[in-house]
């Protein structure tokens, strides 16, 4: 990359997961090499598609990409053939990586990129778990065609040099996980008549889904929310409810998860998952809260 200043740029950063336990499990050398082969991978992927590998730092390597585009084919293909090698080993010794990108201004310097934009890149890569891409708002802007289509928003988080909150996107490198992020957790409760209508009280507020006019909604501490709810625990868009085939599924999309509190005594917690909502109960946004308090969304089905 040239020498020069407020070139924009895709920043990607792969490491491998859990590489103390790979020496552990497997020694020192195999171990090593193990890394090696990840690291080997991640260049060969980074320069098929234009990229430029910045630096290498033990299992980790940063690289820069002219699209933000280039950067997603680049890491989708580092998963595939990771993912594809791990699953030959034997268990206990499975590989994975995590990759982390951002779209941004980078100051190049003696080989080497700074700037706000790469400090954000890097703090995508700690959000992710093994075997995902996350990405940024700005990043899923710059997408286009299938890849701006796989990209959903999961969660949000502090990064720094931020005042406030980003979103969280992950980039779903196997199209079929598009439709599978967010499978329903099964009830433990008798089954109960499908439900027709949805109430959702707070603070002395009514909303009424499954009407024709509306059957989702959203929850979260910003303003544009169908139910706005403050706290510090509360996530800007913390959850949402949605109808399926005449019943209520609750997404949550949030840091600190949210708490389902059903009135026959059922309890259940969601974190980036989804539950079914039926009976009535209370719904708490990262934390319990008992019916008749400040932060208690109470809910009941109707058929």
């Not at 005449?246 to 389902?260: A, C, H, Q």
Request: proline share 3%.
């Amino acid at each position: 990359m040239a020498e020069g200043l407020g070139k924009e740029v895709a920043i990607l950063f792969a490491d491998v997961v859990g590489s103390t336990h790979l020496y552990e499990a497997m020694g020192d050398e195999r171990a090593r090499d193990t890394v090696q082969q990840c690291l080997k991978v991640m260049r060969e992927a980074t320069e098929h598609f234009g990229g430029t590998v910045i630096k290498t730092m033990g299992d980790e390597i940063m690289a820069t990409f002219p699209s933000a585009d280039d950067a997603m084919s680049a890491g989708s293909q580092m998963q595939k053939r990771i993912t594809s090698a791990s699953q030959q080993r034997p268990e206990g010794t499975r590989v994975a990586i995590r990759i982390g990108c951002h779209f941004g201004p980078v100051v190049a310097e003696d080989r080497d990129i700074f700037g706000a934009a790469v400090h954000t890149a890097n703090r995508m890569t700690s959000q992710a778990k093994a075997g995902q891409i996350l990405t940024t708002a700005v990043t899923v802007e710059q997408l286009t065609g299938e890849w701006r289509a796989l990209a959903r928003q999961i969660d949000v988080a502090t990064v720094k040099g931020h005042s406030s909150e980003m979103a969280l996107f992950e980039v779903m490198w196997q199209p079929e996980e598009a439709t599978s992020m967010l499978p329903s957790i099964s009830w433990t409760a008798p089954e109960v008549p499908a439900a027709g209508r949805l109430r959702l009280r707070f603070r002395g507020k009514e909303l009424v889904l499954g009407d024709s006019s509306k059957t989702a909604a959203s929850m979260g501490r910003a303003d544009e929310n169908d139910v706005v709810i403050k706290g510090n625990l509360i996530s800007r868009v913390h959850a949402r409810i949605d109808m399926r085939k005449n019943r209520f599924v609750l997404i949550d999309e949030s840091t600190n998860g949210t708490f389902i509190q059903r009135d026959d005594g059922e309890e259940v917690y969601v974190r980036r998952d989804s539950a079914e909502l039926s009976g009535s109960g209370v719904i708490g946004m990262g934390r319990l809260a008992a019916r008749g308090t400040p932060l208690a969304i109470e809910y009941s089905c109707e058929e």
